[in-house]
């Protein structure tokens, strides 16, 4: 059900190019339904939409989407914040 609004949400900021906040409405979504194949190709759809716009990862929200990309990384770079090189 909150999915489903969540995603109502994401279309139009989507449709009307929003593509920052539209970012950050996903995170959320990610969060709330992770592997879903709708959030997945509203996510291709706003990447696409940020780089012909210029738009780059930036604070956070940005570090959540690598991190929800790349789960794997979690447990390997989370002590990189306080100064400690990720290694692979």
């Given at each position: 059900?909150?999915g489903?609004?969540?995603k109502?949400?994401?279309?139009?900021l989507?449709?009307t190019?929003?593509?920052e906040q539209a970012?950050?409405?996903l995170?959320?979504l990610?969060?709330?339904l992770?592997?879903?194949?709708e959030?997945l190709?509203?996510?291709q759809e706003i990447?696409?939409?940020?780089?012909e716009t210029g738009g780059?990862?930036?604070?956070?929200?940005?570090?959540?989407?690598?991190f929800?990309?790349?789960?794997?990384l979690?447990?390997?770079c989370?002590?990189?914040s306080?100064g400690?090189?990720?290694g692979?």
């Amino acid at each position: 059900m909150l999915g489903g609004q969540v995603k109502q949400v994401l279309r139009g900021l989507i449709d009307t190019g929003q593509w920052e906040q539209a970012y950050d409405v996903l995170g959320q979504l990610m969060l709330l339904l992770p592997g879903d194949l709708e959030a997945l190709r509203m996510k291709q759809e706003i990447s696409r939409g940020r780089s012909e716009t210029g738009g780059e990862v930036k604070g956070i929200s940005g570090l959540i989407m690598v991190f929800l990309e790349m789960p794997f990384l979690l447990n390997v770079c989370f002590s990189s914040s306080i100064g400690m090189r990720c290694g692979v």
